[in-house]
């Protein structure tokens, strides 16, 4: 009998995430504070995010970190989420391969957005916050924070790309039935709105403009703090949970990923999955490789530049160390919302510096092909970013049955694209298009770059 | 530590159906032929639906029916479904009973309605059809049978009731990804559909005479066979897998439930978490009472005649003894378009009139209220059709903390909502409405059945 998927038991949940910083054979360089170019301190992020987030960003010594108990019931309530073997999608590639994918789809949300959203949420509780607030690209983020900030009672804020509230109404009712407050930015409702709305009165947004938005409404409002989806080291470490279930589900298996893999927008899916087996490399002389799939008209890891950065687009964030597109950088309106982000985490760009990691860029036909054969083969329909992860997956695929050989490839399945149906309705009747980028324009924006 | 969800493991998934027709104390009175009003063999059943399929509907003897191993093999792929307690309903309710759901919402297509799609497909292709054929109301039903088909090898067409295929242009979406050929009902492609677009040419169709077209492209179309998601006790004995899971997992809660729920259109999820747990009603002296819960636009249970009437628009179909609002009755426009069918199944109709079960009916407002409380406690958006059931827990809940009892209350979550955020938007802006019907309007229609 062919075992499809593999799950864990609620006394096999890890209790721990997993803080890769503590492992780096080179630390990533420190932010540094807008104001005054020195290392960010513990105190000066948590004007912005909880304590306890900011403290996590900032450890480099501890890999173990407890996950609170009330965070660890809400994910009781979804978790482990399946580890699945796609028989389909390897019969319909004829590869030798063995394919896996970790299905974050199925947690309440849609995605595996929620994994940081609780703690995020009850953190900035603890700390006696009453509001919270954030930015919202394709959706997926807002509406985990939506849903963890009525978990725990705090009243959410979501500035919503204004692309993206558009083309997909859904997505913002589903943050409105969770009982938040969705506005389309930019937006009038805040300076750094204002000063783009000036310049360009029908400016569709993006997820730099909208972070401003949102962390100036935090710093504006008592009580009020900022929560990020992605990009931060924090998010990254909660995002461990789904490498540490798969390590565990891939051992029920009987196997081991010869190549891991995620879509990539900031990098909250990607360390989500990759970080735990990367540890074995780093500690235990695994060989794994570690793949991150980016679209190709926001390709800040395969062409970007490893600089200091801005985290959003008016500059209220610190300083990163990151591969960057430049913070000015808007990128065309992909329907994979969620990887429109010029910057790739201080983690991430250290790695992919120092080689522990390896980026592919794919054009959006590609995914959207590789997202329908998937739906076909294993009956889910994928959200637009993941099929980036997909795509990268059945180009190994293809690769293990030119040279006939049967590697494991491991890839995060990190949302379905129930919400996105508009995309894939444009890619069935042939009006979707491929957006690529001039090496100018990349230029143009990285010079701006201080 | 509360525990929120309960699975079964792989061994412990049932491995047969179970045929409530066997142990019912008065059987139903037999379907009848149209032609020749003789009742109907499996014979004369075989010529619209598979062989297997028509043997059981007619199967009287056998208590159990085994579920065949490739249809096993997709079940294990996303059963168990988990049981859930809903503590954070419960506590927004401040009642004394015991709230669980049966998640149905969590399988790739988001419904109960893989069930039967499944082994209907299966079924199908093992007799050698190459085509197969069907209505959908909300969708649920054809998202099903398009995936079904897909796996099975068979090319799927699917009747979508017209309102529903205009207003709800993802379901469509994600039918088509699948594969499947969807043509909005009435359509000038069936004799069906032609009759009622002459006569109205604005007809935004029901799902009476979307079945029509289904069964008649179905007799008209060579190694071409119809299924139907609900109404046929075929259809009830597969989905009767939800109950059996629910059996055991309440056994693994400690509990045992007073109150059995579902919402109710044709009777197929209603059915499938209900008649697991009334055999023992009927073997054992359990006293648990099982509730239909309907919409009040569309009271087939409440207000409609027990009498022989056809389950199509257009008298296609056998003739059934069961409560009908008339086969020509055209429900109101809400939202829960999966409710919007005149009729009741044969077994249902039975069951109602001897006394083993109860009806409420429901309006349309009070669901999304109850819906969107649900959603905003246990984190997941229903589907239109599952806020009924949804609703009617919360008035037994209610009477509960009235009377000071801690009963025990299950309900069936059909399916999710993702794609009708349409009619969530509606509610939270104010613009929807009640339909109730005029016991005019359902005597003028009932006046019509022969």
């Known amino acids: 009998m062919k075992q499809k998927r593999y799950f864990l038991s609620e006394s096999e949940l890890p209790k721990q995430w997993y803080n890769l910083q503590a492992d780096m054979p080179k630390k990533p360089q420190p932010m540094l504070s807008a104001k005054t170019k020195e290392p960010i301190t513990v105190d000066e992020l948590a004007k912005l995010i909880s304590r306890e987030a900011a403290s996590q960003e900032l450890n480099m010594t501890d890999r173990w970190i407890d996950i609170p108990e009330p965070v660890m019931e809400m994910y009781r309530y979804y978790r482990s989420t399946p580890l699945v073997r796609a028989y389909g999608l390897e019969d319909a590639l004829g590869t030798p391969a063995h394919i896996y994918f970790k299905n974050e789809s199925v947690s309440p949300v849609g995605s595996h957005k929620l994994n940081s959203a609780l703690p995020q949420a009850y953190y900035c509780k603890q700390e006696g916050a009453t509001n919270i607030t954030t930015e919202t690209g394709a959706g997926q983020w807002g509406t985990a924070l939506s849903y963890a900030s009525k978990v725990f009672g705090l ?30 930015s930019p937006s009038m409702s805040t300076r750094a709105g204002k000063d783009i709305l000036t310049l360009y009165p029908n400016h569709q947004g993006s997820l730099g403009t909208a972070i401003s938005e949102a962390v100036e409404l935090a710093l504006t409002t008592p009580n009020c703090k900022y929560a990020l989806g992605s990009v931060m080291g924090h998010v990254s470490l909660h995002q461990t949970i789904i490498g540490l279930e798969a390590e565990l589900q891939m051992q029920k298996a009987g196997e081991y990923p010869d190549v891991v893999i995620g879509c990539f927008g900031g990098g909250s899916n990607f360390s989500g999955i990759a970080f735990p087996f990367m540890r074995h490399n780093i500690l235990d002389g695994k060989k794994t490789r570690f793949v991150a799939a980016e679209p190709e008209s926001c390709p800040k890891l395969t062409r970007g530049k490893f600089c200091y950065d801005y985290g959003d687009e008016s500059g209220y964030t610190p300083l990163m160390p990151m591969f960057s597109l430049g913070h000015k950088f808007c990128p065309p309106n992909i329907h994979a919302g969620g990887l429109r982000y010029h910057g790739a985490g201080v983690i991430i760009s250290q790695l992919l510096k120092d ?24 009956g889910i329909i994928p ?17 293990c049955k030119e040279n006939g050989e049967s590697k494991v490839i491991l890839f995060n399945l990190s949302g379905h694209g129930l919400m996105d149906m508009t995309a894939y309705d444009q890619y069935l009747s042939g009006s979707l298009t491929n957006y690529s980028i001039s090496d100018e324009d990349i230029n143009k924006n990285i010079e701006q770059i201080k």
Do not use: W
């Not at 500035?159 to 506005?183: D, E, L």
């Open 155 to 184: 009243e959410c804020a979501v500035y919503q790309v204004k692309i993206s509230y558009n083309q997909k109404p859904y997505r913002r009712s589903v943050m409105q039935a969770f009982g938040a407050q969705v506005t389309p």
């Open 355 to 378: 080689g522990l990691m390896e980026a592919v860029d794919m054009s959006q036909l590609k995914t959207f092909e590789a997202g329908l054969l998937f739906a076909k083969t294993e």
């Open 383 to 399: 959200a637009p970013e993941s099929c980036h992860a997909i795509a990268a997956a059945i180009d190994e695929a293809n690769r």
